[in-house]
């Protein structure tokens, strides 16, 4: 640190030199001249004017070599003492840092040594640098600060510029193709009232004037098939989604991506279009369709088989889907399958994706088209008018069961549409994170009548990601969403991130009052079992002068009541709406230990029929407060 403060103070010392001297280091207009690359080429004694930044600078007595480098390439400059004068060219190298944009004039000569160079006759400073660039010859590899400061990698790893360059080359195309095929490029909200278009977990936000909570879109495919209600029939929009999960080497929780929809089209026909588009992407990024892929060659070369999930569960987990129809069956497979990270109510078309995802997966290399997947896990496909039990929906896979693309033909009957939302809200609240909302109006929009269509999401970055053969997705983002450096680990989820629960009971005269202490039992019972979870994440404050005092946390858990029981239904779906955790207690859960029997009774009846005894909710301290304010406590 003490030898970047010192290289700062130098710097900031020529630049003041700089200023004293009277020349202005930030001209306010400035030609950019040649590109560099372009320079190479031209006729010796050629007069020129260029512009870029110096990479490198060889002083040798009266002679100077340097490096200019621009967005094109890198040229050698001579700056001698006999063109410029002994003011001027003592200025040059005195002054003059790795990193300061210049502008010259002179003209092309060939080196003894047969290099192509600009003797340079005047020079202009148009930025000076006060803080030195990644070391010369080893850049910047730190591979957390080539993510955070993106702009020093560029600069020092020619690696990460190509990337950048091939991902503009390869969104051009994406644009030209659809262009060409009479596709209209649209926009649709990134702020949304509703989320929906996929299964995945949002970002929640909140919109001062109207006073109305907000979504980060997770897909844009609800809006691009309302357009296609209203008339397009052809569009497409390259966008950026957001879905509140997990970061690691295949997950950003801000993305891109395209999606296009095509009346009267089928998921047969996006097959064919991917089978054509994707060479020309390939191509677009300047590579082969034979890639070596982690390691492995990979062959894009088309036709791409065409495999049903189901086959695919048979050739490698080696039993049939079909075997199992209910949820409850389904899960006890899973667990026999020893797939983590599911629980009792899970659905039963996210228990057959776990289940490929641990044993078909990592078992495709070459591309594939995996087609027909269970109804259960495709809430907006059009059923297979063959075995309704499936969609009409493919995935395009490769190395590993890498996804490059989604597409299914659109469901555009209004009434199983309807159906099946309902069913993603019984999974709402059931606990699946990932379920999607009931969109009354995208109902309403089908209502009016939508052209059979087929439609297609594909990330860019993932694509990009596999076709330049790197690790992490970060590489092919150029400001991946990092955690920033002034917070540090340890004090993720301290002081301001307080956590508290609060439990609020229904407490009326027909609920006797071991009913209200059986449900309080219960409900703290649950909380306590969340692995990984504390109720407070400070376990002792410090005193001014400096005494340390364990906190008391005996009453972390605050009991409230009401007595309505429309309340704590309206208290569930604001706790959700502001992802907070959520547990609930009902009369069936009081009157029997059998899960199965709890469950029946409950799947047969809608939220507003379930006679809830209690709720608790867990989070931030004061949205919890903020909830929770108009219930009293419990008596």
């Given at each position: 640190?003490?030898?970047?403060?010192?290289?700062?103070?130098?710097r900031?010392?020529?630049?003041?030199?700089?200023?004293?001297?009277?020349?202005e280091?930030?001209?306010?207009?400035?030609?950019?001249?040649?590109?560099?690359?372009?320079?190479?080429?031209?006729?010796?004694?050629?007069p020129?004017q260029?512009?870029g930044?110096?990479v490198?600078?060889?002083?040798?007595g009266?002679?100077?070599?340097?490096?200019?480098?621009?967005?094109s390439?890198?040229?050698?400059?001579?700056?001698?003492e006999?063109?410029?004068?002994?003011?001027?060219?003592k200025?040059?190298?005195k002054?003059?840092?790795l990193?300061d944009f210049?502008?010259?004039?002179?003209?092309?000569?060939?080196?003894?040594?047969?290099?192509?160079?600009i003797?340079?006759?005047d020079?202009?400073?148009?930025?000076?640098?006060?803080?030195?660039l990644?070391?010369?010859?080893?850049?910047?590899?730190?591979v957390e600060?080539?993510?955070?400061?993106?702009?020093?990698?560029l600069?020092?790893?020619?690696?990460?510029?190509?990337?950048?360059k091939?991902?503009?080359?390869?969104?051009?195309?994406?644009?030209?193709?659809?262009?060409?095929?009479?596709?209209?490029?649209v926009?649709?909200?990134?702020?949304?009232?509703?989320?929906g278009?996929a299964l995945?977990?949002?970002?929640?936000t909140?919109?001062?004037?109207?006073?109305?909570p907000?979504?980060?879109?997770?897909?844009?495919?609800?809006?691009?098939k309302?357009?296609?209600?209203g008339?397009?029939?052809?569009?497409?929009?390259?966008?950026?989604?957001?879905?509140?999960?997990g970061?690691?080497?295949n997950?950003?929780?801000?993305?891109?991506?395209?999606e296009?929809?095509?009346?009267?089209?089928?998921?047969t026909?996006?097959?064919?279009?991917m089978?054509d588009?994707?060479p020309k992407l390939?191509?677009?990024?300047g590579?082969e369709?034979?890639?070596?892929?982690?390691?492995?060659?990979?062959?894009f070369?088309?036709?791409y088989?065409?495999?049903?999930?189901?086959?695919?569960?048979?050739?490698?987990?080696k039993?049939?889907?079909?075997d199992?129809?209910?949820?409850?069956?389904?899960?006890?497979?899973?667990?026999?399958?020893?797939?983590?990270?599911i629980?009792?109510?899970?659905?039963?078309?996210?228990l057959?994706?776990?289940i490929?995802?641990?044993?078909?997966?990592?078992?495709?290399?070459?591309?594939?088209?995996?087609?027909?997947?269970?109804?259960?896990?495709?809430p907006?496909?059009?059923?297979?008018?063959s075995?309704?039990r499936?969609?009409?929906?493919?995935?395009?896979?490769c190395?590993?069961?890498?996804?490059?693309?989604?597409?299914?033909s659109?469901?555009?009957?209004?009434?199983?549409?309807?159906e099946?939302?309902?069913?993603?809200?019984r999974?709402?609240?059931?606990?699946?994170?990932?379920?999607?909302?009931?969109?009354?109006d995208?109902?309403?929009?089908?209502?009016?009548?939508m052209?059979?269509?087929?439609?297609?999401?594909?990330?860019i970055?993932?694509?990009?990601?596999l076709?330049?053969?790197?690790?992490?997705?970060?590489?092919?983002i150029?400001?991946?969403?990092?955690?920033p450096e002034?917070?540090?680990?340890?004090?993720?989820?301290?002081?301001k991130?307080?956590?508290v629960?609060?439990?609020v009971l229904?407490?009326?005269?027909?609920?006797?009052q071991?009913?209200k202490?059986?449900?309080?039992?219960?409900?703290?019972?649950?909380?306590?079992?969340?692995?990984?979870?504390?109720?407070?994440?400070i376990?002792?404050?410090?005193?001014?002068?400096?005494?340390?005092?364990?906190?008391?946390?005996?009453?972390?858990?605050?009991?409230?009541?009401?007595d309505?029981?429309?309340?704590?239904?309206?208290?569930?779906?604001?706790?959700?709406?502001?992802?907070?955790?959520?547990?609930?207690?009902?009369?069936?859960?009081?009157d029997?230990?059998?899960?199965?029997?709890?469950?029946?009774?409950?799947?047969?009846?809608?939220?507003?029929?379930?006679?809830?005894?209690g709720?608790?909710?867990?989070?931030?301290?004061?949205?919890?407060?903020?909830?929770?304010?108009d219930?009293?406590?419990?008596?």
């Amino acid at each position: 640190m003490s030898e970047e403060i010192n290289e700062f103070e130098t710097r900031l010392g020529r630049l003041k030199t700089i200023k004293d001297a009277d020349v202005e280091p930030y001209p306010a207009k400035s030609e950019k001249g040649v590109p560099l690359e372009q320079a190479k080429t031209m006729a010796t004694d050629t007069p020129i004017q260029t512009s870029g930044r110096l990479v490198a600078i060889r002083e040798m007595g009266r002679l100077c070599f340097s490096h200019l480098k621009d967005a094109s390439g890198k040229m050698q400059l001579a700056v001698s003492e006999k063109e410029l004068g002994k003011e001027k060219y003592k200025f040059f190298v005195k002054n003059f840092d790795l990193g300061d944009f210049i502008s010259v004039e002179g003209t092309i000569f060939v080196t003894h040594a047969g290099e192509t160079s600009i003797l340079v006759k005047d020079y202009t400073l148009l930025s000076k640098t006060l803080l030195p660039l990644p070391e010369k010859f080893h850049g910047l590899t730190d591979v957390e600060q080539r993510y955070r400061k993106r702009y020093l990698d560029l600069l020092a790893n020619d690696d990460s510029m190509a990337i950048a360059k091939i991902r503009s080359n390869v969104v051009k195309e994406i644009r030209n193709y659809f262009d060409d095929l009479g596709f209209y490029e649209v926009e649709t909200p990134v702020l949304q009232t509703l989320y929906g278009g996929a299964l995945a977990k949002p970002f929640v936000t909140h919109h001062n004037a109207l006073d109305i909570p907000l979504f980060l879109r997770v897909a844009p495919e609800l809006y691009l098939k309302r357009l296609i209600v209203g008339g397009f029939e052809k569009v497409y929009e390259i966008a950026k989604c957001f879905r509140n999960e997990g970061i690691d080497h295949n997950h950003n929780p801000e993305f891109t991506q395209i999606e296009f929809y095509w009346a009267y089209a089928d998921y047969t026909k996006l097959m064919d279009l991917m089978e054509d588009l994707l060479p020309k992407l390939i191509k677009a990024a300047g590579k082969e369709l034979k890639l070596n892929i982690g390691g492995k060659e990979v062959d894009f070369t088309t036709p791409y088989p065409r495999v049903s999930m189901r086959d695919l569960i048979k050739q490698y987990a080696k039993f049939d889907i079909e075997d199992l129809p209910t949820d409850e069956a389904m899960f006890e497979k899973a667990i026999e399958l020893k797939i983590d990270d599911i629980k009792p109510g899970t659905g039963r078309g996210k228990l057959i994706d776990e289940i490929y995802k641990v044993y078909a997966r990592p078992h495709i290399i070459n591309p594939i088209f995996m087609i027909d997947h269970p109804v259960e896990l495709s809430p907006l496909a059009k059923k297979k008018t063959s075995d309704p039990r499936y969609v009409e929906r493919f995935q395009l896979l490769c190395v590993g069961g890498n996804e490059l693309c989604n597409a299914f033909s659109e469901l555009n009957d209004p009434l199983d549409q309807e159906e099946r939302f309902k069913e993603q809200t019984r999974l709402e609240e059931a606990g699946d994170e990932e379920s999607m909302p009931y969109d009354e109006d995208f109902v309403t929009a089908l209502k009016h009548g939508m052209p059979p269509t087929a439609g297609l999401g594909m990330g860019i970055d993932r694509l990009i990601k596999l076709l330049v053969d790197v690790d992490n997705l970060k590489e092919v983002i150029l400001f991946p969403t990092m955690r920033p450096e002034s917070v540090r680990q340890s004090e993720v989820g301290k002081g301001k991130e307080t956590m508290v629960a609060h439990a609020v009971l229904l407490n009326t005269a027909e609920v006797p009052q071991w009913s209200k202490l059986n449900a309080a039992a219960h409900l703290a019972a649950a909380l306590a079992a969340r692995e990984g979870k504390k109720l407070i994440f400070i376990d002792s404050t410090t005193t001014t002068d400096g005494e340390k005092i364990p906190m008391n946390i005996q009453h972390a858990i605050m009991m409230k009541q009401t007595d309505k029981k429309e309340n704590l239904l309206k208290l569930k779906r604001a706790a959700e709406k502001g992802e907070m955790i959520v547990t609930c207690f009902t009369e069936e859960m009081r009157d029997s230990t059998n899960y199965k029997k709890v469950k029946e009774k409950q799947e047969s009846k809608s939220s507003e029929q379930i006679n809830f005894l209690g709720v608790l909710i867990f989070g931030k301290k004061k949205e919890v407060e903020n909830i929770t304010k108009d219930f009293e406590m419990m008596q």
